[in-house]
């Protein structure tokens, strides 16, 4: 696994990505309505708040497994969100994300 900054040929699969997380969300909040029709495009709008510098991702064989970012405002951050793909989770990949998005604050 590989741990690098995310790049603009990423913003499909991380969109997927977020497309779990909200399906996660729906499920634990039994809301079907969370994050609309579509939602991975909320990613587009999380990533123009955040700004692609404070985006990683998490990559195995080729393949997008896991997000984080890293929200900064003045002297604070916030690591928001931390998303593993589902079939990688249980593998520590979330804690490595997270270690790399606050190693950058």
């Known amino acids: 696994m590989n ?3 995310y790049g603009e040929s990423d913003r499909d ?3 997927a990505l977020w497309g779990q997380l909200v399906q996660r969300h729906r499920e634990i909040y039994k809301d079907p309505s969370i994050g609309g029709d579509d939602p ?3 990613f587009d ?3 123009e708040k955040v700004g692609a510098g404070h985006v990683w991702v ?3 064989d080729d393949k997008i497994i896991g997000l984080v970012s890293l929200i900064h405002s003045g002297e604070e951050a916030e690591v928001e969100p931390v998303i593993v793909s589902s079939e990688h989770r249980g593998k520590r ?3 490595a994300l997270v270690g790399r998005g606050t190693d950058i604050f």
């Open 3 to 5: 741990i690098r900054q």
């Open 13 to 15: 699969s991380c969109r």
């Open 40 to 42: 991975g495009a909320e």
């Open 45 to 47: 709008t999380h990533l």
């Open 58 to 60: 998490a990559e195995a």
């Open 93 to 95: 990949i979330g804690a």
